[in-house]
Nanobody
Framework: QVQLVESGGGLVQAGGSLRLSCLTS????????LGWFRQAPGKEREFVAA?????????TYADSVKGRFTIFTDNAKKTVNLQMNSLKPEDTAVYYC????????????????WGQGTQVTVSS
C-alpha cells in the first residue's frame, strides 16, 4: 500500500504558476505509476499527467496541459510534483495525486490509491 498527501494548492491569477507536491509513504516509491488527476465542479475526474518509475521516468500528459505542466519526482523526498505554468481559469479544480501498481490506461479506475485533493483556483 501507499499513502498520498497533497499540498501546494491555492489561488492564482491567470498566467501565473503553482507547484503541487504529493508526499508518498508506505511501499517503495519506485513500485508505482504516479499520476495527477483533477475534478472541476459538475465534471468528471480527468487525467492530467503521470510518471512511471518502472519505465525510466516516462511521462504522459493530457493534451490540455501539454507544454504548460510538468510532472517530476524527487526520490530523496519521496514526492511527485506537478509544476503548473501559464495557468488558465479552466484549470480550476481539485487536484488529486494517485498511484497504481498495475498496467492500464490513465483513467481513474486504473489507480488504486488516492490523496485527499488540493484546491487550485485560477482567477481571470
Amino acid at each position: 500500500q501507499v499513502q498520498l498527501v497533497e499540498s501546494g494548492g491555492g489561488l492564482v491569477q491567470a498566467g501565473g504558476s503553482l507547484r503541487l507536491s504529493c508526499l508518498t509513504s508506505g511501499r517503495s516509491f519506485s513500485s508505482f505509476r504516479l499520476g495527477w488527476f483533477r475534478q472541476a465542479p459538475g465534471k468528471e475526474r480527468e487525467f492530467v499527467a503521470a510518471i512511471s518509475s518502472w519505465s525510466g521516468g516516462a511521462t504522459t500528459y493530457a493534451d490540455s496541459v501539454k507544454g504548460r505542466f510538468t510532472i517530476f519526482t524527487d526520490n530523496a523526498k519521496k514526492t511527485v510534483n506537478l509544476q503548473m505554468n501559464s495557468l488558465k481559469p479552466e484549470d480550476t479544480a481539485v487536484y488529486y495525486c494517485a498511484a497504481t501498481g498495475r498496467w492500464g490506461p490513465d483513467v481513474p479506475n486504473t489507480y488504486d490509491y488516492w490523496g485527499q485533493g488540493t484546491q487550485v483556483t485560477v482567477s481571470s
